[in-house]
């Protein structure tokens, strides 16, 4: 995908304030988005991902994680996924990871992360270790005059889910 190109239309599988729910990515229209593409996902990735959520909110940033296939799914986490506020996005089919041209070859401590600004168009693409440090740089790029001066200032506002959610279509899990 081309800096400049926007996101695709269709919706994804997302797990969104505790319930599976389909959700594309122009949900994020008319706020900055950082989405952060990880080749594999683990609690402990949750947990990192999860405290940066409100460093990203406050500089009116929607932080969303993207993981291949269905890591989500069958894990033994000690915290379920469920419990998380940072949207998940899954990609079954990987769909969405062909038409973002992501890299198929990143380890798993490494993520590649997508700044989309308030039109939902690529700004930037960034690889970096996935730890605090990373992320930090990964907010800096995102509070930067490079990414920052394709969005307003009247959408610094404090995100909350509430604006994702007319956008969602419900998704039933499988049981069993």
Known sequence: MKIGTRAPMWKTPCLLKGQWQ???LTAFQETQMVLCCLPAFTETDAWLLEQQVNRFQA?????AVLVPNNALLGSSWCRPPQDFDLPIL???LNRLGRALHLSASLPPHRGETLFFDHRCCLQFRLFHDLNLRGLTTVLEVA???FCQRSTHADLKSRLTFEHF???CSSFEAPTG
């Open 22 to 24: 389909y959700l594309p």
């Open 165 to 167: 959610l007319p956008h």
């Open 143 to 145: 509070e930067s005059d």
């Open 90 to 92: 899954t990609d079954p």
């Open 59 to 63: 500089g009116g940033i929607a932080l």
